[in-house]
């Protein structure tokens, strides 16, 4: 049985995590983003002892690789640590530049946009229309993939709910 849960979400960085080790067994837990492990020695004990794991993690999600070894059989389990707090800033971060982009689409279409601008003897030209519209998309998969991590939902067939759609058209020479 794993001796840390599944998932460890986080509610304060950094965060202390008790860990109970049994009786003459030695845990092993490795960080993968930063490589840094952690051991957690209870070998010499008849008993249980309780140990305090320091997680501060940088990231919104990352995965603790453990390997726990007693009696001389060794098992491995995997922990996930989020930190809902990255997810939901890196979200709004891509909302207000996806609110951004469309501002500068609008404002292109329109034709209020100048193709180049000279300040302080520098050159800047603007983005294309296609090449605002695949920073768009690109921004719009990140946000749908963040908040289907944050729902916990699938990440199957895109993530998309509607699977298919059929478009039914009337035969030639019908009235319908």
Not at 25 to 52: H, M, P, Y
Not at 93 to 98: C, G, R, W, Y
Request: net charge positive; hydrophobic share 40%; glycine share 6%.
């Amino acid at each position: 049985m794993p001796l840390l849960p599944e998932k460890i979400y986080m509610v304060s960085n950094p965060m202390d995590i008790k860990v109970v080790v049994p009786a003459a067994t030695i845990v092993v837990i490795s960080f993968t983003s930063s490589g840094k492990s952690t051991s957690l020695d209870n070998l010499n004990n008849i008993i249980s002892k309780e140990f305090t794991v320091g997680l501060d993690v940088s990231t919104a999600q990352e995965l603790l690789f453990c390997t726990q070894i007693s009696n001389g059989h060794a098992s491995t389990f995997t922990s996930e640590v989020i930190n809902p707090v990255l997810y939901t800033s890196e979200y709004a971060q891509l909302k207000q530049m996806i609110i951004e982009i469309d501002s500068v689409i609008a404002n292109k279409v329109s034709g209020g946009a100048n193709i180049t601008i000279t300040i302080n003897n520098k050159t800047l030209v603007s983005e294309s229309l296609s090449s605002l519209e695949s920073m768009r998309e690109r921004y719009v998969k990140r946000a749908n993939a963040l908040f289907m991590k944050m729902n916990g939902g699938s990440f199957s067939n895109g993530g998309k709910p509607i699977k298919s759609i059929t478009v039914f058209k009337p035969k030639p020479g019908s009235t319908r």
